[in-house]
């Protein structure tokens, strides 16, 4: 399977990021205009097939690039999970200079080995989020 990683919401069309999202339990029902902001306002990455000219991973990552980045909207399409792609991505993001040294922040209730093996771990009691639902 031949992929390369985008980076940059300037190479990934709307629509694709749209129907990755569509696919997870946090942004099922987020407002096209609201996803639309959020990528202005973001690093964002994606997992193209370059055979099936398709966009089927997307992250995002928020930072100050100072002390602190989040990363967030991880998702892999659902037929193409499995396949080490997810793994790929956040190689990919873990290895840019802009994050080294970085403290990373990820709320998430799955995936957790995924994100283990980039030195991510779940700290009880401390993370607290506010808006849920947005």
Known sequence: MNFKILDGAENMALADVVRLL??????????????????RSSSCYGVWLEEEEKLVGFARVISDYA??????DVVIDEAYRGRGLGTALLSYIESLPLYAGLRGILITRDAHALYRKFGFEV???????KGLNC
Do not use: Q
């Open 22 to 39: 569509r696919m997870t339990y946090w942004a099922d029902t987020r407002p096209i205009e609201v996803i639309e902001k959020s990528l």
């Open 67 to 72: 002390t602190t980045y989040y990363l967030c």
């Open 123 to 129: 700290l009880d009691g401390r993370v607290m989020v």
